[in-house]
């Protein structure tokens, strides 16, 4: 039997996610090899701030940094919480992304071949946590770009002539 949960109860709510930002031009630039689910360290002001949907990522993009070998995310850019005074956050800084050092180490050996770039794909509330998906991908060019384009026009005049011909029976 199936345990009943109540319609107002938190067990309800606790694997519903929150979607703040999504990158929608991801997979039309990139060609995605790998995703991730990472935490973000942040202060009470940029939580507040996301929570308003204060958030931009134009050029945000995730690397390993040199010195101390985690994995930092760069250009988001979340907005000033006015409420926040002088207690506030600068919007650009970087910000540290929280992952099993398995999958850290993992993902430092797929960054070593060349093109190979990390990229924010959704930005998140998981449980009240801030979680940003991110993905090991590959720039596509025009050529890439174009043939996709081709197979999806492909698949979509297939998928026509076989809904014409089962309406014609």
Same mark, same amino acid.
């Given at each position: 039997m199936a345990k009943q949960v109540a319609k107002g109860s938190g067990e309800a709510k606790k694997d519903e996610?929150? *979607?703040?930002?999504?990158?929608?031009?991801?997979r039309h630039d990139y060609e995605v090899?790998?995703?991730?689910?990472?935490?973000?360290v942040l202060a009470g002001s940029e939580v507040k701030s996301l929570r308003n949907g204060d958030v931009q990522w134009a050029d945000a993009h995730a690397r390993f940094d040199d010195r101390d070998g985690l994995l930092w995310l760069y250009g988001l850019h979340i907005g000033?919480?006015?409420?926040?005074?002088?207690?506030?956050?600068?919007?650009?800084?970087?910000?540290? *992304?929280?992952?099993?050092?398995?999958?850290?180490?993992?993902l430092r050996g797929k960054?070593? $071949?060349?093109? *190979? $770039?990390?990229?924010?794909?959704?930005?998140?509330?998981r449980r009240g946590w801030a979680k940003?998906?991110?993905?090991?991908?590959?720039?596509?060019?025009?050529?890439?770009?174009?043939?996709d384009l081709m197979t999806r026009e492909a698949k979509r005049d297939v998928e026509r002539e076989v809904a014409r011909r089962a309406k014609q029976r």
């Open positions: 996610v929150q *979607l703040i930002l999504k990158n929608r031009k991801l090899i790998d995703t991730y689910e990472a935490g973000l000033e919480y006015r409420q926040a005074n002088n207690f506030g956050h600068k919007p650009l800084q970087p910000r540290r *992304l929280l992952l099993n050092r398995s999958e850290l180490d993992k960054m070593t $071949t060349k093109g *190979l $770039t990390l990229v924010p794909d959704q930005l998140h509330f940003l998906v991110i993905c090991l991908a590959s720039g596509k060019d025009k050529g890439d770009r174009r043939r």
